[in-house]
């Protein structure tokens, strides 16, 4: 037999007998006399593949914290170490939101911003000042606001630069990157920034990667995938606060349709076809869904409306 622990309280132990038989352990309860103490139960289970059950549920009635697991998932990421490329995306933004709090720092911001000039289209660009088309991703303007964007690049931009290699990597974060700035451009002006396009972007390569091709190195844990798409929602109906949400939406899309591309070259399942054909039209869905609610909500502030009236 395999002992799980002593008790003295004789309801406690009524309630463990009744929670071990719902839970089908087969278990023993010796009892001992212990002159003025009362007596003591002495509490056992029968076979080896119950004691970890029949522990869990010890605990609980006593009051004991239940074991963590940390998922497998991120046991995976946790084992990799902070890679190249992915460090120097953190620095440059940590140090350009420390330098923000000085009077240099906020003309650097305004000349890596999309524009500096919200009444002409696109205009320093027109000028070849490219950058600008990547550099918003940098900028921050809130100390949660860079902690969240920072925990995520390190965590999912390590993984995607680990298994895909540096050169994937960097062209995927310079080209969802801009895709996603030029999005929120289109839709609210030149005043945002932040990774979170770029995030998202990340999010959506993994999540679609993992979807067609089971065998793929990563994953992120379920409860994850649910965070991240909640969170998408309540950003987007408003619930947060003043979001790039388009740059979300943007940013999301080309993650997932590079994924379905990733992951239909990378696996053999004949499922892979009408899995990507679905996946492909819930990006797009996502998408019109997206720019369906901010036209609405900031109909009165629309930017293209300054051009196309």
Same mark, same amino acid.
Not at 249 to 275: D, E, H, R, Y
């Given at each position: 037999?395999?002992?799980? #622990?002593?008790?003295?309280?004789?309801?406690?132990?009524?309630?463990?007998?009744?929670?071990?038989?719902?839970? #089908?352990?087969? *278990? @023993?309860?010796?009892?001992? &006399?212990?002159?003025?103490?009362?007596?003591?139960?002495?509490?056992?289970? $029968?076979?080896?593949?119950?004691?970890?059950?029949? @522990?869990?549920?010890? $605990?609980?009635?006593?009051?004991?914290?239940?074991?963590?697991?940390?998922?497998?998932?991120?046991?995976?990421? &946790?084992?990799?170490?902070?890679?190249?490329?992915?460090?120097?995306?953190?620095?440059?933004?940590?140090?350009?939101?420390?330098?923000?709090?000085?009077?240099?720092?906020?003309?650097?911001?305004?000349?890596?911003?999309?524009?500096?000039?919200?009444?002409?289209?696109?205009?320093?660009?027109?000028?070849?000042? *490219?950058?600008? =088309?990547?550099?918003?991703?940098?900028? &921050? *303007?809130?100390?949660?606001?860079?902690?969240?964007?920072?925990?995520?690049?390190?965590?999912?931009?390590?993984?995607?630069?680990?298994?895909?290699?540096?050169?994937?990597?960097?062209? *995927?974060?310079?080209? /969802?990157?801009?895709?996603?700035?030029?999005?929120?451009?289109?839709?609210?002006?030149?005043?945002?920034?932040?990774?979170?396009?770029?995030?998202?972007?990340?999010?959506?390569?993994?999540?679609?990667?993992?979807?067609?091709?089971?065998?793929?190195?990563?994953?992120?844990?379920?409860?994850?995938?649910?965070?991240?798409? #909640?969170?998408?929602?309540?950003?987007?109906?408003?619930?947060?606060?003043?979001?790039? $949400?388009?740059? &979300?939406?943007?940013?999301?899309?080309?993650?997932?349709?590079?994924?379905?591309?990733?992951?239909?070259?990378?696996?053999?399942?004949?499922?892979?076809?009408?899995?990507?054909?679905?996946?492909?039209?819930?990006?797009?869905?996502?998408?019109? /869904?997206?720019?369906?609610?901010?036209? =609405?909500?900031?109909?009165?502030?629309?930017?293209?409306? $300054?051009?196309?009236?």
């Amino acid at each position: 037999m395999y002992k799980i #622990g002593e008790l003295k309280d004789y309801n406690i132990v009524q309630e463990l007998k009744e929670n071990f038989v719902r839970s #089908g352990i087969t *278990f @023993q309860i010796a009892q001992e &006399h212990q002159n003025d103490n009362g007596d003591l139960y002495i509490i056992s289970v $029968n076979y080896h593949y119950d004691v970890e059950k029949a @522990q869990e549920i010890f $605990n609980t009635l006593i009051g004991l914290a239940q074991k963590y697991e940390i998922p497998p998932e991120y046991q995976k990421i &946790h084992s990799i170490k902070l890679t190249t490329f992915t460090k120097n995306l953190i620095l440059i933004c940590c140090s350009l939101y420390i330098l923000s709090f000085s009077g240099p720092g906020k003309d650097l911001f305004k000349f890596l911003s999309l524009s500096a000039n919200p009444n002409l289209f696109l205009s320093e660009i027109k000028n070849g000042e *490219f950058w600008r =088309f990547f550099t918003p991703m940098f900028l &921050h *303007f809130s100390l949660l606001h860079i902690l969240f964007n920072m925990v995520m690049l390190k965590d999912l931009g390590k993984i995607i630069e680990h298994s895909k290699g540096i050169r994937f990597f960097t062209l *995927f974060v310079f080209i /969802t990157g801009a895709v996603s700035n030029l999005g929120q451009y289109m839709i609210t002006g030149p005043f945002f920034g932040g990774m979170s396009g770029v995030i998202y972007a990340f999010f959506g390569l993994l999540w679609m990667e993992k979807t067609l091709n089971p065998d793929s190195e990563f994953a992120l844990p379920r409860n994850d995938l649910i965070l991240i798409i #909640g969170w998408f929602f309540l950003c987007l109906f408003g619930l947060i606060g003043r979001i790039a $949400n388009t740059a &979300h939406a943007t940013g999301l899309v080309s993650g997932m349709l590079t994924g379905i591309f990733v992951g239909l070259k990378t696996t053999s399942n004949p499922q892979k076809f009408k899995k990507a054909f679905f996946y492909t039209l819930l990006s797009i869905l996502l998408l019109i /869904t997206t720019l369906f609610v901010e036209y =609405f909500r900031l109909k009165k502030h629309f930017y293209l409306f $300054n051009f196309y009236p």
